[in-house]
């Protein structure tokens, strides 16, 4: 398995595709640094990660069991492909990757949260809208950018 090494930089951003998904990439290098014991600070299955796993049906356990078989992102998708409980269109898929892209945080709780970490990051920055806002500019400042 060719794990990345999360300690030394970033996983791939949520909104790089495979097969159409979002997450999905970004999912599988948390996942193969998770197995090598080099994810750092990163976490495979976070509630990021189960918008693709309600969408696929797929379980987070079943999917990790894949990549550590040492399947490659091609092989994952073939296999997601043809496990999934929740079969989706090409039309769904890309319906789904493009909304999530817009998701933000819906509950008061993790507005302000998300707030917070604006502020932490740049308080300056009125550009940041959603999740993927969010992590993209937290990898990109936890490895020594300037947001």
């Known amino acids: 398995m060719n794990a990345p090494n999360l300690t030394q930089r970033a996983p791939r951003s949520p909104r790089v595709r ?3 998904y ?3 990439p970004r999912m599988l290098d948390k996942a193969r640094a998770t197995l090598a014991g080099t994810n750092g600070e990163y976490v495979y299955d976070t509630p990021n990660d189960g918008h693709f796993f309600r969408f696929t049906g797929i379980q987070p356990e079943a999917l990790l069991e894949q990549v550590k078989r040492g399947a490659g992102d091609w092989e994952v998708l073939a296999w997601v492909r043809e496990k999934a409980p929740l079969q989706r269109t090409p039309l769904e898929i890309n319906q789904w990757s493009d909304w999530t892209e817009t998701v933000s ?3 008061v709780e993790m507005r302000e949260w998300f707030t917070e970490q604006i502020k ?6 009125e550009d940041l809208r959603g ?9 990109f400042v936890s490895f020594g950018g300037v947001a």
Do not use: H, Q, S, W
């Open 120 to 125: 932490r990051l740049n308080p300056a920055r």
């Open 18 to 20: 495979l097969g159409g």
């Open 22 to 24: 979002t997450i999905l």
């Open 105 to 107: 945080f819906n509950d």
């Open 131 to 139: 999740t993927f806002d969010y992590l993209d500019l937290d990898d």
